[in-house]
């Protein structure tokens, strides 16, 4: 069987390697486009569901968080480098309301099944969240818990690449076109020739849109930009720092070996594919990353990062098969938690290429579902927007 993958972001690198690793002929096919998801992603990894998720979503979640660590044990063993480590994450606020409601829901899903790898559960007192994270106001309590993790969304975009290269992957760089006859996909226009397959992943991003247009196939997924600031704390040791999150204000802080902390980005539907940083965007990173984290106002600003995170009109994920062309999967919408769905989403993927069952009911993803009418993604209230995210 041949199949074709389109994307060379995490869900597609994922997809490409689980193919590549049963001796399905697999060629992946990515246009390289300045913006790319995984690319800006900050890294932030906490799969397990919360009980006000939907059911679908729940099930899903659940294999995801039982999927990924072993995934990284086996790039890891395959000598390739992803960035994954369970740092352990903290709700921090002033609130102590809200944290301890937080605990009580932790506590609550900690004690069922799929849920061992949260691990430790502890409430923090006032000042013991800086103990962890020392850029932190001391006024801050809050919640530690020991499973979550941070990854490198570019290292294991590559590892899953070369993982996959090494098992006989064939690589496409250019834009695709689906090529169908008789209501079947029968291939992909790429690089100036054109390549049979039996099933087609379409796992663009934020592009995968325009790739089923053609087909009178509306994929409700918009890009919704996201700027990201890198920062280095000169003498600070990160390596250990755990990722924090404030339920209050929808942020977090991330921290990188050696010294860096990523800060919270923003989420912009209004803005299109427009790849800028702007002003007022980089602005209230920085402002609420120094109200939240005074010690960053003495950070370098190392670096900063623009990308279009594929966003789906109703919020929910788009995974499976399209009716009006069979042998098309299509493998996108995850938004914001891309880097912490991805793998296992691009996992699932191949198995519908293959024709196999995907282990949950994907009844509510299906790519070519009702959704909102297409060109209405939120309008513009502020500079950026101040989601209130669990993550």
């Not at 000598?79 to 903290?90: D, E, L």
């Not at 009716?323 to 993927?349: E, F, H, I, K």
Request: charged share 25%; net charge neutral.
């Amino acid at each position: 069987m041949r199949v074709i993958v389109i994307g060379g972001g995490i869900v597609g690198t994922s997809a490409a390697y689980h193919l590549a690793k049963r001796g399905v002929s697999t060629t992946l096919v990515d246009a390289s486009r300045t913006g790319q998801a995984t690319a800006a992603g900050a890294g932030v990894v906490f799969p397990w569901p919360f009980p006000w998720d939907p059911p679908p979503m729940r099930e899903f979640a659940l294999q995801a968080a039982a999927h990924y660590p072993g995934l990284m044990r086996e790039l890891a063993e395959d000598g390739q480098v992803t960035g994954y480590r369970v740092v352990g994450g903290i709700s921090a606020g002033t609130d102590p309301g809200l944290l301890d409601r937080d605990l009580a829901v932790l506590r609550e899903l900690r004690a069922r099944p799929g849920y061992e790898g949260l691990g430790e559960i502890r409430r923090l007192p006032a000042g013991g969240p800086a103990e962890l994270f020392p850029a932190l106001a001391d006024e801050h309590e809050g919640v530690f818990v020991e499973g979550m993790a941070r990854v490198d969304g570019r290292r294991t975009r590559d590892a899953l690449f070369n993982a996959a290269e090494e098992r006989g992957l064939r690589y496409v760089k250019g834009d695709a076109e689906l090529v169908a006859a008789g209501g079947r996909v029968t291939g992909v226009l790429a690089g100036g020739e054109e390549l049979p397959a039996d099933a087609v992943v379409v796992a663009a991003g934020a592009w995968s849109a325009e790739l089923l247009r053609p087909f009178r196939v509306d994929l409700p997924v918009y890009p919704m930009r996201g700027q990201i600031v890198h920062a280095a704390l000169p003498g600070a040791r990160t390596r250990d720092w755990p990722v924090v999150r404030f339920p209050e204000e929808g942020k977090y802080l991330l921290a990188l070996p050696p010294d860096r902390v990523v800060l919270s980005g923003t989420r912009e539907p209004w803005a299109g594919f427009d790849h800028r940083a702007t002003v007022g965007g980089v602005l209230r990173v920085l402002s609420d990353a120094v109200a939240l984290a005074p010690a960053l106002g003495e950070a370098t600003v190392a670096e900063t990062r623009v990308g279009f995170r594929p966003a789906s009109r109703d919020d929910l994920q788009l995974l499976g098969p399209v009716r009006a062309l069979s042998g098309a999967v299509v493998a996108t919408g995850l938004g914001a938690v891309g880097l912490t769905y991805g793998p296992y989403q691009g996992a699932v993927a191949a198995r519908l290429a293959l024709g196999e069952d995907p282990g949950s009911d994907l009844s509510m993803f299906r790519p070519d579902r009702v959704a909102p009418a297409p060109g209405t993604p939120p309008k513009r209230t502020a500079p950026v927007d101040r989601p209130s995210s669990r993550r």
